[in-house]
Every structure is written in structure tokens, then in C-alpha cells.
């Protein structure tokens, strides 16, 4: 029997073509146009959804909410196997990452893009694109959360990030690895994930912004938020999580003000921790009021607190976990 795997494309490089300079256009081709240059078996059942044709850093609030009650109505189809969604790579991390903290089915949702066009000598999107078909046609895919499926690797949305610009290996997860990989057009899975966290949609979300801390960072850019009343910020800090002493009345007030700050650290590894107690540390940052990121990174945090903020969720000390 056919697996039935539904193909929903918002544009991105995979989707692009060259124009009359030299220069990629994104979001040109339409699903059907992409299919039609895969080498595909016929014991998959693709049914197609031509979503946005967009580049990705177009991708919108809006768009996300539309591309969840897609993927939702879609899965109301007790025959569908699982979900392909292919996109830009710029904000893709943060689109599937979305999606994990929204979305909740057995059955896997894969989100892929390409580095090159398909045009380009070399190019990622046949063979990323007819990976994720095959994830997501994959029993043993069920439970794995949504995933970002690039170079043969299976990659969970919360640790997934662009860890290259260009390369067609251009996507990982450092200090976190894979859930698992497709080898031959063979899905091997060896881990899954322990832990899920589901919001609702909302039609409008709270202003979440990213503030980064480095040598000699003043407050002229958190003193700005101060005076646009944001809801939330994502302190990036060093290590453990220290900022710059500089920073700190600025932190201070917003923290009085009842901002939700949230701190998180520029590290590929690890998590912010109040392991040293001095002005501007982590631990300051946390009597201040400061909620501790855990190991998040800053653009998934940010999607995260506000997700909570829009649904009224204060325990924030689920960013630990």
C-alpha cells in the first residue's frame, strides 16, 4: 500500500530561479515544477500544496499561523503519513521551530530547504527534498517531533541551526547531533525526543526582542525597548550568562517594569547558569529578576516566551528543562 505524504512549499532557494543578472530569485517554481525534477518511486502518494512562494525572511507571523492550520487540517486525513514542508533556510530553524511549539501529532513533520537552486551545478534540493519525503513516509518516524531534514540528516527543531551560509552541509545541531539519518534511502532512527511542549495559536503575538551583550555593550539599545514598552527580550550573554556591567540599570528597569527577560548565552554549548556571583553575572541577572534560558538558543527562546506571554504561561522555569 502507498505511503500518502502531503508536499507544502512556502518558496525559499529551493523554489528559486536565476534571473536576467545572475541573481536568485526565491519562491519562482511552484511545488509541481520541483517534483517533476526529483527521482522519485511511485510507492509514495504526494499530494501537493503550493502554501507561499516567498523568501523566507518575508515569513511572517501571520504566514506561521496559516502554514499551522494548514499542516492541522491536513492530519485531520487519517491516511496521510506525514507532512513535508519545504523553505527558504534563512528563518527556516526558527519555522520549525515554531511549528514543534504548536503542533502536536504522532505522525512526523519535516521541514527542508536547499543551499543552492536547482539550477546550480551541485545542487541540495533533489536529494534533500526526496530525503524528507522518505522520513516522512517512515514509520519509524512517528514521535520524533518536527524535524529539519538537510544533507542526509534527521535534525530536531530545537537544537536545528544554519551553521553554514552557503554549504550544502549547512545545517547541524552542535552538541546535540542527530536523531538520525537516511543512508541508501534508508531512514535509520536511533534516538527521539523525551519531552513536548504545546501552545495555541494566537491571532496576534506579544513584541519579542533580541538584545546581544559583548565587551564594553552599552544601554542605548535596552533604554530604546524601555521606551517602546515591549513585552519580552532575550538578553544574549557570555558564557554562563554574564553581560556587561554597562547594561545593567537598563536590565534593572525593565525587570521593575515587568518586562519578561529572558537571558541565554552566545555559546554553541551549554547553558546559562548562575554559577558566579558578581555585578552583571548570571546570578545578578537572576536576583535582578532575570529568567534562566537554559541552553536556548536566542531565536528559539524568543519564539518560546512569546508563545507563554500570548497564552498567559508563567512557568518560565521551563526554559531549564
Keep these: 500500500m502507498k505511503k500518502k505524504v502531503v508536499l507544502i512549499t512556502t518558496g525559499g532557494t529551493i523554489a528559486s530561479t536565476r534571473n536576467d543578472k545572475n541573481k536568485l530569485e526565491s519562491g519562482k517554481l511552484d511545488g509541481q515544477a520541483i517534483l517533476s525534477m526529483c527521482q522519485l518511486e511511485n510507492d509514495i502518494d504526494i499530494e501537493l500544496i503550493d502554501l507561499y512562494q516567498i523568501p523566507s525572511m518575508h515569513m511572517t507571523f501571520e504566514n506561521l499561523n496559516h502554514l499551522n492550520k494548514t499542516i492541522t487540517k491536513v492530519f485531520q486525513d487519517p491516511s496521510v503519513s506525514g507532512i513535508v514542508v519545504t523553505h527558504g533556510t534563512d528563518s527556516l530553524e526558527e519555522t520549525a521551530y515554531f511549528l514543534e511549539l504548536t503542533l502536536y501529532d504522532e505522525r512526523p513533520v519535516i521541514v527542508t530547504g536547499s543551499q543552492k537552486s536547482p539550477e546550480d551545478i551541485g545542487t541540495d534540493v533533489y536529494s534533500n527534498l526526496r530525503n524528507s519525503l522518505l522520513v516522512a513516509s517512515s514509520d519509524e518516524a512517528k514521535n520524533i517531533g518536527i524535524c529539519v531534514v538537510f544533507n542526509e540528516k534527521i535534525l530536531h527543531s530545537k537544537y536545528v541551526k544554519k551553521t553554514?551560509?552557503?554549504?550544502?552541509?549547512?545545517?547541524?545541531?552542535?552538541?546535540?547531533?542527530?536523531?538520525?539519518?537516511?543512508?541508501?534511502?534508508?531512514?535509520?532512527?536511533?534516538?527521539?525526543?523525551?519531552?513536548?511542549?504545546?501552545?495555541?495559536?494566537?491571532?496576534?503575538?506579544?513584541?519579542?526582542?533580541?538584545?546581544?551583550?559583548?565587551?564594553?555593550?552599552?544601554?542605548?539599545?535596552?533604554?530604546?525597548?524601555?521606551?517602546?514598552?515591549?513585552?519580552?527580550?532575550?538578553?544574549?550573554?557570555?558564557?554562563?550568562g554574564q553581560v556587561a556591567p554597562q547594561m545593567m540599570g537598563a536590565i534593572e528597569k525593565l525587570c521593575q517594569k515587568g518586562t519578561k527577560v529572558v537571558l541565554t548565552t552566545s555559546t554553541e554549548e551549554g547553558r546559562v547558569?548562575?554559577?558566579?556571583?558578581?555585578?552583571?553575572?548570571?546570578?545578578?541577572?537572576?536576583?535582578?529578576?532575570?529568567?534562566?534560558?537554559?541552553?536556548?538558543?536566542?531565536?528559539?527562546?524568543?519564539?518560546?516566551?512569546?508563545?507563554?506571554?500570548?497564552?498567559?504561561?508563567?512557568?518560565?522555569?521551563?526554559?531549564?528543562?
Design 164 to 240: 553554514h551560509s552557503s554549504s550544502i552541509n549547512g545545517f547541524g545541531a552542535i552538541g546535540y547531533g542527530m536523531l538520525g539519518f537516511i543512508d541508501n534511502d534508508e531512514v535509520v532512527i536511533y534516538q527521539k525526543p523525551t519531552h513536548k511542549e504545546v501552545y495555541p495559536i494566537k491571532e496576534s503575538y506579544p513584541t519579542v526582542e533580541i538584545v546581544f551583550a559583548y565587551l564594553g555593550a552599552g544601554s542605548i539599545i535596552l533604554d530604546a525597548l524601555y521606551e517602546a514598552d515591549i513585552e519580552g527580550i532575550i538578553l544574549v550573554g557570555a558564557g554562563r
Design 273 to 321: 547558569f548562575p554559577t558566579y556571583d558578581y555585578y552583571s553575572s548570571a546570578n545578578n541577572l537572576k536576583d535582578t529578576g532575570v529568567i534562566m534560558g537554559g541552553d536556548f538558543d536566542p531565536k528559539k527562546a524568543r519564539l518560546k516566551l512569546l508563545l507563554m506571554l500570548a497564552n498567559g504561561d508563567t512557568n518560565y522555569a521551563s526554559f531549564m528543562q
